[in-house]
């Protein structure tokens, strides 16, 4: 049997097992079998770190960043701006409230992008709209933005404009280069002009 069929049925099995605790509510909304395939083999639900960190510094009102690691993960470090929702804390009330945000671009990270998946097919399953999952997770994230490389000397003016663009993005967040960045503190932080030109590059080293 497909590898992804056994995956999602194990997912719905455990998600029916959770329902059965929740207070009765209308689940028409529930996304079929088919149609939840269909969506994951789709890779619009992944959004990159370049798109995100760039939505984030210009403080889109209509994007929300969930953390679905454990809170001690979260409280050590996290992506500025997210809130923490836990993996197993899906199916409460304050979580299903802020899923239901139609009006909002849901966007799960965790480590790498193997938990936050699994969450995202839940969340598919539930109805929720407006979800995604950040590519390569908050691994990802530190390597292309906090822990940039400053591309070779034969780097097109693309590579360069977005090794800028993620310069600028980690001083915005945690302040001037030479700072250091630490989970346990929070680093000053000053205005910074961030222009985002490009999306894709090679990812790597420091702000």
Same mark, same amino acid.
């Given at each position: 049997?497909? *590898? ?41 639900? #992944? ?44 199916? @409460? ?54 822990? @940039?490389?400053?591309? @070779?000397? @034969? ?17 915005? #967040? ?9 989970? *346990?503190?929070?680093?000053?932080? *000053? ?17």
């Amino acid at each position: 049997m497909n *590898k992804k069929y056994l995956l999602l049925a194990g997912i719905i099995i455990a998600l029916g097992v959770g329902i059965l605790f929740m207070p009765a509510k209308d689940t028409t909304k529930q996304v079929q079998p088919e149609l939840l395939l269909a969506a994951i083999d789709d890779p619009s639900r #992944f959004l990159t770190t370049d798109d995100i960190t760039d939505r984030l510094v210009k403080k889109d009102p209509t994007l929300l960043l969930i953390d679905v690691r454990a809170e001690s993960q979260y409280k050590a470090f996290s992506v500025p701006g997210a809130i923490n929702m836990p993996a197993d804390s899906l199916l @409460t009330v304050a979580s299903q409230e802020i899923l239901n945000q139609g009006e909002i671009d849901k966007v799960l990270f965790s480590n790498s992008d193997v938990t936050s998946d699994q969450v995202w097919i839940i969340c598919k399953r539930m109805g929720v709209q407006r979800i995604y999952v950040m590519q390569g997770g908050i691994n990802k994230w530190f390597s292309t933005i906090v822990k @940039t490389e400053k591309p @070779t000397a @034969t780097a097109s003016a693309k590579d360069l404009d977005l090794y800028q663009f993620r310069i600028a993005a980690c001083q915005h #967040f945690f302040g001037s280069p030479e700072m250091s960045v630490s989970p *346990k503190k929070e680093a000053v932080k *000053k205005k910074v002009n961030v222009v985002k030109k490009a999306s894709e590059a090679s990812s790597g080293g420091g702000c």
